[in-house]
């Protein structure tokens, strides 16, 4: 540590006598898949209870209603975990937001479910960086905070959702909630092995497009059919010509059909849109917007759209900047060289961006693979990102903002 973190020093040190490893260990080695809703309760009630160290109200949040497109065409709802929070000096002039999520990609029947040492130093095990790290780190960093004697100058709330990963589409308006009035937030999203944070996000969004034809026999009367799987084809070719620089364009499923001597009366189409800033995101809605209507047009049958976009472009502003520069200047404080850039992927962090507060989406730990059975810890890290989030929370208090 240089010399301008001595006034914090002491308390920084005991980021090495808590209990970073053994509850992220603990929290990984139970499955909270986000459609396991019964290892996603005990997982949240752990974390319930490990939060509840902090001096502030804990609260498992209901979730919000979500809608999902069945495949014979229906929309139908289905259950999500509940959310964590917690508020702590609501009071306070100058406040934050610390986001972070409980549930993973890996479902209850997923092979992956073990953790094991994949080298030493490092250990592979599912959730381990996506994001039982983090959720350790950050929990760690409002310990050593309430150690200190400027706590009392910066109040926070702290939000674990049980479906960031897919989509928050349960969470989304707690998210909003939270976010307002904030000076910054910061996201427990695993850092690239190196250390290199995310900047800047492109947006997401996905859409279920429903198509209603008219059944008719194969071979006797197929031009009174109207074939629904043909426009879906016809609009998954379309779709895909939007696809450039800027904005990506997948169309990824159909489903629906028929037995080969019926012409098929329904289909769904499952595209996902990856546009780059606001400007893309609009084009690509407008043209979907106008594509349903000249489906319908040309094929002579029904089409509806249903989704939309979750996940907003998250550019870098000015104050984005300024708390990318924040954590750096910490980063180098502590030893640590801070890099960013930008990446395709989305998360959180872009529905706060888009409530016009600076976020720093990948505090937590140091890893890699995530998504997959080879995810990683670098065991290191944990101590490491505590150290970091810690002393960045302490100088916005300091400061009195970024």
Same mark, same amino acid.
Request: proline content about 5%.
């Given at each position: ?59 498992? =949040?209901?979730?919000?209603?979500? *809608?999902? @497109? ?7 709802? $289905? !259950?999500?975990?509940? +959310? ?73 709330? =702290?939000?674990?959702?049980?479906? *960031?990963? @897919? ?7 707690? $998210? !909003?909630?939270?976010? +307002? ?53 016809d609009m998954a070719l379309r779709l895909k010509t939007l696809h450039r620089d800027g904005l990506s364009v997948n169309p990824a499923k159909i489903d629906g059909g028929g037995p080969n001597n019926a012409v098929p009366d329904h289909c769904i189409l499952r595209v996902n849109f990856r546009p780059k800033s606001m400007e893309d995101q609009k084009e690509a809605q407008l043209t979907l917007d ?113």
């Amino acid at each position: 540590m240089s010399s301008s973190v001595t006034s914090y020093a002491s308390v920084l040190q005991q980021a090495e006598a808590l209990p970073l490893l053994d509850r992220t260990l603990i929290w990984s080695k139970i499955n909270s898949g986000t459609t396991n809703l019964d290892g996603v309760r005990k997982v949240g009630k752990l974390l319930a209870d490990a939060f509840s160290v902090l001096p502030g109200k804990v609260n498992l =949040v209901a979730p919000e209603p979500v *809608e999902i @497109v069945r495949t014979n065409g229906t929309i139908d709802h $289905i !259950e999500r975990g509940e +959310h964590l929070t917690i508020s702590v000096r609501p009071e306070a002039n100058i406040r934050i937001l610390l986001t972070g999520h409980m549930d993973t990609v890996f479902p209850s029947d997923h092979p992956f479910q073990q953790v094991s040492e994949r080298e030493p130093g490092v250990l592979n095990g599912p959730g381990l960086a996506d994001m039982k790290g983090g959720l350790s780190t950050m929990l760690g960093a409002l310990q050593l905070l309430e150690n200190s004697d400027i706590a009392k100058r910066i109040g926070y709330d =702290v939000m674990i959702n049980s479906d *960031e990963e @897919v989509g928050s589409g349960s969470s989304a308006k707690l $998210i !909003e909630q939270l976010a +307002h009035g904030k000076i910054a937030a910061l996201t427990y999203e695993p850092a690239l092995p190196d250390g290199t944070l995310a900047g800047e996000r492109g947006g997401s969004g996905n859409f279920s497009i429903i198509f209603t034809g008219k059944s008719a026999h194969a071979g006797r009367n197929p031009d009174e059919g109207r074939n629904a799987l043909i426009a879906a084809a016809d609009m998954a070719l379309r779709l895909k010509t939007l696809h450039r620089d800027g904005l990506s364009v997948n169309p990824a499923k159909i489903d629906g059909g028929g037995p080969n001597n019926a012409v098929p009366d329904h289909c769904i189409l499952r595209v996902n849109f990856r546009p780059k800033s606001m400007e893309d995101q609009k084009e690509a809605q407008l043209t979907l917007d106008n594509l349903v209507q000249l489906i319908a047009e040309e094929h002579d049958l029904d089409v509806h759209c249903h989704g939309g976009f979750g996940r907003p472009p998250k550019p870098i502003d000015a104050q984005a900047q300024k708390l990318f520069g924040l954590v750096k200047q910490c980063g180098a404080e502590l030893g640590l060289d801070i890099n960013w850039r930008g990446t395709g992927g989305v998360c959180d962090g872009n529905n706060i961006a888009a409530c016009g507060i600076p976020v720093v989406d990948t505090m937590g730990v140091r890893g890699g693979a995530i998504h997959s059975s080879d995810e990683f810890l670098i065991v290191d890290s944990l101590v490491e990102r505590t150290q970091l989030s810690a002393l960045t929370i302490m100088r916005i208090a300091e400061r009195g903002g970024l």
